[in-house]
């Protein structure tokens, strides 16, 4: 048995046809929801990035605890257990996040893996001079210096990273797909921003492009929009060319698992960490804001070998940031871990069987979030301030960087009795303030929204009753991920 698991970056659920009607054009995800499964009723876990891919590897949610870092020396990781058990775990990204000091643990957990260079603002091409900006560049969060300067290096869509992974991942499968018990995470960082793709993809939509003579701009900000709307449909348009490119590539996969005839032993699942704001709410991006659907509610697709269940839906409520891990352990055969909350998908994808009653997501110091697949309830920190909150870690590193000399210094940190999941370990307890009462995010306060009535979640509702109903799924899921006693006071839980 072996898997080929496709992972894509800022994905929008709301753009694909398999979905809802959408005038993207994705032929090959099309194609991918007729040969498998589409999953209705899923949500994310811990955002964003980095903190997604902790929940893939330990099969529990990160946001509680921590906020971005690397993984943990007591932590569970899945392609480490493969690796254990006699699965071959391979990795081909080119997701830049993993080379940094806040991911530096997760690529080495893989027996083998390849990194393909130069997505948004990696540091990869080195040049003292400044780029030639592009002409007529919008304002607004335009692009990086670096960025400007690797694109220099990828005229050709075979010199971009994601046509590089791809590249690689054909390359694996042709050389392996006679051989058992392997597990092939192929992973770009598109369609994230900035939506760099090339003429061809862009040539798909005449009735944008060829009139097109506004200004550069693809790249948006992390911030309310201020675009006039022509602008705004032009970023919707750059995001579309960019997933035609991920949906072009899709396809190369699929076609190599017709050609080989894959699909009697071979799992297939696509996933992606998180939805993208286009303009949706009056929002660019992601995380400053709550959320909202387009961010929190992503598409999920799997092929099982098994039990071989192609072009249906299904309905139960799931996280494959979390459930995934469990799920790819039971299908090698191999015991999860006790420490694991995520859920095995079989029975679920055999015969839409119920696994969970709620499931919780946000970022470390946001708002609490839960769902019960009809309902959506936010609930924002009970204090201005956002207090009391601390991150609990041994390993001290943001996105970029150690933690600085100043919040491990003194009273600043201390050690802290061991969790559930830390197999005996204290960690450290340092105090964190990512939510303060000018951030944009308090603005928008406590929301409970019924999305069978109200879908894009346009008119929040109260309804004591389901609010009280809501608060204790949210308090139930916390406390099943043995959660800090201070997360149920700073969100005023009791």
């Not at 991920?246 to 080989?260: H, Q």
């Not at 032993?265 to 992606?272: G, Q, S």
């Not at 079989?346 to 009653?357: H, L, M, P, Y």
């Amino acid at each position: 048995m072996k898997t080929v698991f496709i992972m894509l970056d800022s994905l929008n659920r709301h753009d694909l046809n398999a979905y809802r009607p959408s005038w993207v054009q994705t032929p090959n995800i099309d194609r991918l929801a007729q040969r498998g499964l589409v999953f209705n009723n899923h949500y994310c876990c811990s955002m964003p990035c980095m903190p997604a891919r902790r929940d893939l590897h330990t099969g529990r949610p990160n946001f509680l605890h921590r906020s971005w870092g690397p993984l943990e020396p007591f932590d569970d990781s899945v392609p480490r257990m493969l690796k254990q058990n006699g699965v071959s775990s391979h990795l081909i990204s080119d997701h830049q996040h993993y080379w940094e000091d806040g991911g530096c643990t997760y690529h080495t957990q893989y027996s083998t893996w390849q990194f393909h260079r130069g997505q948004e603002g990696d540091p990869f091409v080195g040049q003292v001079a400044d780029p030639q900006p592009p002409e007529n560049a919008h304002g607004r969060n335009s692009g990086s210096r670096q960025d400007l300067i690797n694109r220099q290096f990828m005229q050709r869509e075979e010199d971009q990273p994601q046509a590089k992974t791809f590249d690689a991942a054909i390359d694996f499968i042709h050389r392996n797909h006679s051989e058992d018990s392997w597990f092939l995470q192929i992973e770009t960082f598109d369609p994230h921003e900035p939506f760099f793709s090339q003429r061809k993809y862009k040539d798909r939509y005449p009735e944008h492009y060829a009139d097109y003579e506004g200004p550069h701009w693809d790249w948006p900000p992390y911030q309310p929009v201020d675009e006039p709307p022509e602008l705004v449909e032009h970023m919707r348009y750059e995001y579309a060319s960019l997933l035609n490119m991920c949906d072009s590539k899709l396809g190369e996969v699929l076609d190599r698992m017709d050609t080989y005839n894959m699909w009697d032993d071979t799992m297939l699942i696509v996933w992606t960490d998180h939805g993208f704001l286009l303009g949706e709410h009056d929002c660019w991006a992601k995380m400053w804001m709550p959320f909202y659907e387009e961010v929190a509610h992503t598409p999920f697709f799997v092929w099982d070998p098994r039990s071989r269940v192609e072009g249906e839906r299904r309905q139960a409520l799931v996280q494959p940031a979390i459930d995934i891990g469990p799920s790819l352990l039971e299908f090698f055969g191999i015991d999860r871990t006790p420490h694991m909350t995520g859920k095995v998908l079989r029975d679920v994808v055999a015969r839409d069987e119920s696994v969970r009653e709620a499931a919780i997501f946000g970022m470390h110091g946001h708002q609490g979030n839960v769902t019960d697949g009809r309902y959506v309830y936010m609930r924002e920190p009970a204090r201005p301030e956002n207090t009391p909150l601390f991150e609990y870690t041994l390993m001290p590193t943001h996105m970029r960087g150690p933690f600085s000399v100043d919040e491990l210094c003194g009273d600043n940190i201390q050690l802290t009795e061991p969790f559930s999941f830390t197999k005996g370990c204290r960690t450290m307890q340092i105090p964190s303030n990512k939510l303060g009462a000018e951030a944009p995010m308090r603005r928008f306060g406590t929301q409970l929204f019924d999305l069978e009535e109200d879908p894009r979640q346009e008119n929040p509702i109260t309804d004591a009753e389901v609010e009280e109903r809501m608060i204790g799924l949210l308090k139930g899921e916390m406390e099943t991920c043995d959660a800090p006693a201070e997360q149920f006071e700073r969100l005023g839980l009791g």
